[in-house]
């Protein structure tokens, strides 16, 4: 059965794994989100958010971007070609973004590259 959250050791929270992979992961640029990926060191795919006060001064608004990344990785993970550490940086306009759009960006991007499995 599928949960419906993710769990504790799929997210990225502490700095030095946010440094690691900004130094060495692999660009991304999608209309309103930049996504950096590397290869897992736990063998498990890992995602993590940052959405700046830039894109909304209201955690709300940034919330609110946060919880549809995070349920789009959800949804897609096992289509991963492999597990990877993700962190989705979202730019000024995402939180104009419905669902949908989120997920077209995101997926359309990962699919791009040859890093999602159809």
């Known amino acids: 059965?599928?949960?419906?959250?993710?769990?504790?050791d799929?997210?990225?929270?502490?700095?030095k794994d946010f440094d690691r992979l900004r130094q060495v992961g692999q660009k991304l640029y999608c209309k309103n989100f930049l996504?950096?990926?590397?290869?897992?060191?736990?063998?498990?795919?890992?995602?993590?958010?940052?959405?700046?006060?830039?894109?909304?001064?209201?955690?709300v608004k940034r919330n609110?971007?946060?919880r549809r990344v995070r349920e789009v990785f959800r949804l897609h993970q096992a289509q991963l070609s492999k597990p990877f550490d993700i962190i989705v940086i979202?730019?000024?306009?995402?939180?104009l973004c419905?669902?949908?759009?989120?997920?077209r960006q995101l997926i359309g991007c990962l699919k791009y590259h040859g890093l999602l499995e159809q």
């Open 98 to 103: 419905d669902y949908s759009e989120i997920k």
């Open 10 to 15: 799929q997210r990225l929270k502490r700095k």
């Open 35 to 59: 996504v950096v990926l590397a290869d897992s060191e736990t063998g498990r795919s890992r995602i993590g958010l940052t959405v700046s006060k830039k894109v909304d001064k209201r955690a």
């Open 1 to 8: 059965m599928m949960r419906h959250t993710l769990s504790p």
């Open 64 to 66: 609110y971007v946060k």
């Open 90 to 95: 979202a730019r000024q306009n995402a939180q």
